[in-house]
Nanobody, 117 residues
């Protein structure tokens, strides 16, 4: 079983920045494909950004140029740097660890990001 834990959420003003962290347990972290998703009130969960085991990244159009996903395999951690935040970015942000090769698909409990003045 893989434990996935998000941190770093909070209240930030519009135009501000925030960095989320996600730690995932296991010796084979470098083989996990990792992703950040978010769910705003009354909306479905949506993809924000993903980073593959090989380092390739993918972003939702709504965050391109503002958010950056990265990973530190030595620390079993993936990050989401969020800049130029707007109220529309307010959501619970979830981290996902997935690998078809390893047969895993685990979610964290989420961290709340609120963008408001």
């Amino acid at each position: 079983q893989v434990q996935v834990v998000e941190s770093g959420g909070g209240l930030v003003q519009p135009g501000g920045s925030l960095r989320l962290s996600c730690s995932a347990s296991g010796r084979l972290f470098s083989m996990y494909n990792m992703g950040w998703y978010r769910q705003a009130p009354g909306k479905e969960r949506e993809l924000v950004a993903t980073i593959a085991s090989g380092g390739g990244t993918n972003y939702a159009d709504s965050v391109k140029g503002r958010f950056t996903i990265s990973r530190d395999n030595a620390e079993n951690t993936v990050y989401l740097q969020m800049n130029s935040l707007t109220p529309e970015d307010t959501a619970v942000y979830y981290c996902n660890a997935i690998s078809r090769l390893l047969g895993i698909n685990y979610w964290g409990k989420g961290t709340l990001v609120t963008v408001s003045s």
